[in-house]
T-cell receptor, first 113, second 110 residues
Framework: DSGVTQTPKHLITATGQRVTLRCSPR?????VYWYQQSLDQGLQFLIQ???????AKGNILERFSAQQFPDLHSELNLSSLELGDSALYFC????????????FGPGTRLTVL | TQLLEQSPQFLSIQEGENLTVYCNSS?????LQWYRQEPGEGPVLLVT?????EVKKLKRLTFQFGDARKDSSLHITAAQPGDTGLYLC??????????FGDGTTLTVKP
């Protein structure tokens, strides 16, 4: 158990819908990272937040947004969902702002029908 | 964009054999991590290497960071079925970005 929690574990929805994925980092960690993992694209970095502020941005679509709250939990919002958004979404956390050692949650499996 | 290339992409061996997987880049990283991931679960951090030429050992696993901090290798001695999984390397830059390789899928047959 990494100490990082993610909810829900599974999510099935339809195209065009909007969903919110939730992540709680390890106690004491200030950074939260979001990743998308699909079979054909490996683990893709989406975005990082550090102590409530956006720190780094990866290949995140404009339909996706995230935020980190004062209690350091984070939410990833996915809107206007497409079939191709079906994937595993992982959250990771680290102590500082540098992504040297990340601890991953169990992931949310999103299926868009 | 920093790219990390891992090889081989797939590796299937018998229990007891030794193996080495590689992680290469044309970019310099401030640190490099190795993770192991099982199907449907999140990656688990195995090790971080920071200094060029650094060698770290974790039981039967030996990790090496290249002198120029552009590449790394993972050597497993006497592989066991429990070593089966996806091995990912990730490079971190001073700019605060982390890049993951596509991984090596290792299968160890009993």
């Amino acid at each position: 158990d990494s100490g990082v929690t993610q909810t829900p574990k599974h999510l099935i929805t339809a195209t065009g819908q909007r969903v919110t994925l939730r992540c709680s980092p390890r106690s004491g960690d200030l950074s939260v990272y979001w990743y998308q993992q699909s079979l054909d694209q490996g683990l893709q970095f989406l975005i990082q937040y550090y102590n409530g502020e956006e720190r780094a941005k990866g290949n995140i679509l404009e339909r996706f947004s995230a935020q980190q709250f004062p209690d350091l939990h984070s939410e990833l919002n996915l809107s206007s969902l497409e079939l191709g958004d079906s994937a595993l979404y992982f959250c990771a956390s680290s102590v500082g702002g540098a992504p040297n050692e990340q601890f991953f949650g169990p992931g949310t499996r999103l299926t868009v029908l | 964009t920093q790219l990390l290339e891992q090889s081989p992409q797939f590796l299937s061996i018998q229990e007891g054999e030794n193996l080495t997987v590689y992680c290469n880049s044309s970019s310099v990283f401030s640190s490099l991590q190795w993770y192991r991931q099982e199907p449907g679960e999140g990656p688990v951090l195995l090790v971080t290497v920071v200094t060029g030429g650094e060698v770290k050992k974790l039981k039967r696993l030996t990790f090496q960071f290249g002198d120029a901090r552009k590449d790394s290798s993972l050597h497993i001695t006497a592989a066991q079925p429990g070593d089966t999984g996806l091995y990912l390397c990730a490079g971190a830059t001073n700019a605060g970005k982390s890049t993951f390789g596509d991984g090596t899928t290792l299968t160890v047959k009993p």
